[in-house]
């Protein structure tokens, strides 16, 4: 199993995962240089409670995150984790954060292909239509809209990998949902002819505005899960209630050196 590249000053441990210290502009930055070096499979997931707390009984998800090359701190309560365990985390890296950082760079530079892969098939037009008009300098090479179902069969695994490769994209921006996503990805990526893969879940609709992200106040307060419990509160409840406490509960383990797998 390949391990995550940021290990040491790079990185902390945090409920035995490697997230990622350094600040957008140095993620977005390594991410250009494995493009632009021509690397292959590179890519990053986002680290939330609810997603380290569910990979501690998901394996496939647990090896998939500890694979993965960048894993950012994509929620406040992984910078209060890093606090209370003497590290050094002080600001987030969010999903959206590395998918419009990382456009903002392909566009000024010109010439990069890009690929989305989740989705609707309408929501997916919306996003090419948006791409062209913000970053009009990326292609998007190709849109893939997979079965709404938990897991893929190898055929369709297959024919997804296919629509990807048959496009020469620099970038694959998947947006299928966490653990699906990762698992996806984790099990592809040796498939996928790629330098660079996102698993960016909701970023999808927050770029078409199908979900609204937070006002400029409320990100700087770092509270953006507020405003997002009211308007997705069937979908977001267990995350909140239930995986934010667990997760500090793993917290408080490694705090006291009391859990072996840290």
């Known amino acids: 199993m390949k391990k995550g590249r940021f290990r040491g000053s790079a990185a902390e441990n945090i409920i035995g995962y490697s997230i990622t210290r350094q600040s957008l502009q140095e993620c977005t930055s390594q991410i250009m240089g494995w493009i632009d070096k021509g690397e292959k499979g590179r890519w990053f997931a986002c680290a939330n409670p609810h997603s380290l ?7 496939v998800f647990r090896q998939a995150i500890l694979s993965a090359d960048l894993v950012t701190p994509d929620g406040i309560a992984v910078i209060w ?13 969010t999903g959206y954060d590395i998918f419009t950082g990382l ?4 566009d000024g530079k010109g010439g990069y292909r890009v690929f989305f892969l ?15 008009d913000v970053y009009p ?7 893939c809209s997979p079965p709404f179902k938990t897991d893929f069969g190898s055929e369709e695994s ?24 990762e698992k996806w990805i984790y099990r592809n990526l040796g498939r996928l002819d790629v330098n660079f893969i996102g698993a960016v879940g909701a970023v ?7 979900v609204q992200r937070s006002t400029p106040i409320i990100l700087k307060s770092e ?12 979908r977001l409840w267990k995350r909140i209630l239930i995986s934010t406490p667990a997760f500090f509960f793993l917290v408080a383990l490694q705090r006291l050196k009391i859990h072996k797998a840290f």
């Open 223 to 234: 509270l953006e899960w507020v405003p997002r419990f009211f308007q997705e509160p069937r």
């Open 103 to 106: 456009n903002q760079m392909l």
């Open 204 to 210: 999808f609709d927050f770029f078409i505005g199908k």
């Open 118 to 132: 989740g989705s609707t098939p309408a929501h997916l037009k919306k996003i090419s239509r948006k791409m062209a």
């Open 81 to 93: 984790a890093s606090n209370i365990l003497g590290g050094s985390l002080t600001a987030r890296v």
């Open 137 to 143: 300098n990326v292609t998007v090479a190709g849109t």
């Open 158 to 181: 297959h024919e997804m990998v296919e629509a990807v490769n048959a496009c020469k994209p620099h970038v694959l921006w998947v947006g299928m949902g966490a653990p699906k996503q």
């Open 53 to 59: 707390v569910i990979a501690k009984k998901d394996l």
